[in-house]
């Protein structure tokens, strides 16, 4: 069954720690990408990456990194959390030729909360 | 940039209503548009797409079609069901910026028995 996996789901922590949010895809999808949504604002793009060892900014990447090791797993790294990152995050990926180009399919989400 | 804005919800209705969900968009180029539907705790899923000008796209009785001379691409279905509740998100992809979506902000369905 094709997936998008995030963990951890739910996660509530404190401003200032470390944490990182996993993705992985069994579709060997070359396109993957991070996504948060925020109400009336729908979902903006923080990171995207073509490939693997190819990474790119998005439309709100600020305190966030991410790294592309390998291909399937596309992690989220909040060095230093804070507050305004409280949000529903989620990870997308989709195929390279051009018909996958129009499907993306997208993990069930990580709610965090930044205390 | 591009941007996209659709009907701010919530959208309240009861079932076998028609729905209609208003999305406008602005963009340079010739994008493709597509819908998403996030059910209640889930991801993202393609409702239907429409790549040029004047196609329909069409899946599970919603109905939408790409209007180059409004920007639009208006969501539509003719009876809805409880099932259907959920928040809907027009969204465009223009080959530039490595395909990325920009998506609108969200129109919350809830439809009553």
């Known amino acids: 069954e094709a997936q998008v996996t995030q963990n951890p789901r739910y996660l509530i922590t404190v401003t200032g720690k470390k944490l990182t949010v996993t993705c992985s895809q069994n579709?060997?999808?070359?396109?993957m990408s991070w996504y948060r949504q925020d109400p009336g604002l729908g979902l903006r793009q923080i990171y995207y990456s073509m490939n693997v060892e190819v990474t790119d900014k998005g439309d709100v990447p600020e305190g966030y990194k991410v790294s592309r090791k390998e291909k399937r797993n596309f992690p989220l790294i909040l060095e230093s959390p804070s507050p305004n990152q409280t949000s529903l995050y989620f990870c997308?990926?989709?195929?390279?030729?051009?018909?996958?180009?129009?499907?993306?399919?997208f993990g069930a989400g990580t709610r965090l909360s930044v205390l | 940039g591009d941007s996209v804005t659709q009907m701010e919800g919530p959208v309240t209705l009861s079932e076998e209503a028609f729905l209609t969900i208003n999305c406008t968009y602005t963009?340079?180029?010739?994008?493709?548009l597509f819908w998403y539907v996030q059910y209640p705790g889930e991801g993202l899923q393609l409702l239907l797409k429409a790549t040029k000008a004047d196609d329909k796209g069409s899946n599970k009785g919603f109905e939408a079609t790409y209007r180059k001379e409004t920007t639009s691409f208006h969501l539509e279905k003719g009876s809805v069901q409880v099932s259907d509740s959920a928040v809907y998100f027009c969204?465009?992809?223009?080959?530039?910026?490595?395909?990325?979506?920009?998506f609108g902000g969200g129109t919350r369905v809830l439809v009553k028995p």
């Open positions: 963009a340079t180029g010739y994008p493709s």
């Open positions: 997308a990926s989709r195929g390279g030729d051009v018909a996958a180009k129009n499907i993306q399919y």
């Open positions: 969204a465009l992809r223009k080959r530039a910026a490595g395909n990325k979506l920009t």
């Open positions: 579709m060997n999808h070359e396109y």
